[in-house]
T-cell receptor, first 116, second 109 residues
Framework: GAGVSQSPSNKVTEKGKDVELRCDPISGHTALYWYRQSLGQGLEFLIYFQGNSAPDKSGLPSDRFSAERTGGSVSTLTIQRTQQEDSAVYLC??????????????FGEGSWLTVV | QKEVEQNSGPLSVPEGAIASLNCTYSDRVSQSFFWYRQYSGKSPELIMSIYSNGDKEDGRFTAQLNKASQYVSLLIRDSQPSDSATYLCAVRRDDKIIFGKGTRLHILP
């Protein structure tokens, strides 16, 4: 696609429910990143994929968070048993190569999650 | 010490003046440095990237890197009201790109 596409753009869910966020990176981009940004805060690194593998999962806040990527393209971030502190915008980004190349990462418009 | 530190601001600059945004980082092995601009409610967009010591200019923007001091800055010349936004400094460390919390810039008409 022309840009990084994320869905849903907005999600309101009840505490305790599971949510799934989707990211479709720019066509041909092998590297994919998930960040979280709480209101008025900076970007918190969650996880990075190179192809279908995730070399670094250390940013995931808890075992309620998981992510996968299939076919080297679409990625899903799943949050189980959501809590109010999970409310944030979840940003996905992609680049044509991994970060070691210094390549620019391009962001999607984000998925705004509100847990009530 | 936070990995990437920025003054949160707000930094108020008169229209037409030079805005100077600063960032320090803690990990000496960091290799790549980026400045992103984020408008309220929008996702970040890349302004500049810099990889070696010195200055890099692109239009009204100049990025400056000093690896010995672990310091990177962004200068915006002839500031415009449309430059009002939050500016995020980002640093590549291993396979992560770490962001600072950003500096809010307000250009006064």
């Amino acid at each position: 696609g022309a840009g990084v596409s994320q869905s849903p753009s907005n999600k309101v869910t009840e505490k305790g429910k599971d949510v799934e966020l989707r990211c479709d990176p720019i066509s041909g981009h092998t590297a994919l990143y998930w960040y979280r940004q709480s209101l008025g805060q900076g970007l918190e690194f969650l996880i990075y994929f190179q192809g279908n593998s995730a070399p670094d999962k250390s940013g995931l806040p808890s075992d309620r968070f998981s992510a996968e990527r299939t076919g080297g393209s679409v990625s899903t971030l799943t949050i189980q048993r959501t809590q109010q502190e999970d409310s944030a915008v979840y940003l996905c980004a992609s680049s044509s190569m991994g970060p070691r190349s210094g390549n620019t990462i391009y962001f999607g418009e984000g998925s705004w999650l509100t847990v009530v | 010490q936070k990995e990437v530190e920025q003054n949160s601001g707000p930094l108020s600059v008169p229209e037409g003046a030079i805005a100077s945004l600063n960032c320090t980082y803690s990990d000496r092995v960091s290799q790549s440095f980026f400045w992103y601009r984020q408008y309220s409610g929008k996702s970040p967009e890349l302004i500049m990237s810099i990889y070696s010591n010195g200055d890099k200019e692109d239009g009204r923007f100049t990025a400056q890197l000093n690896k010995a001091s672990q310091y990177v800055s962004l200068l915006i010349r002839d500031s415009q009201p449309s430059d009002s936004a939050t500016y995020l400094c980002a640093v590549r460390r291993d396979d992560k790109i770490i962001f600072g919390k950003g500096t809010r810039l307000h250009i006064l008409p």
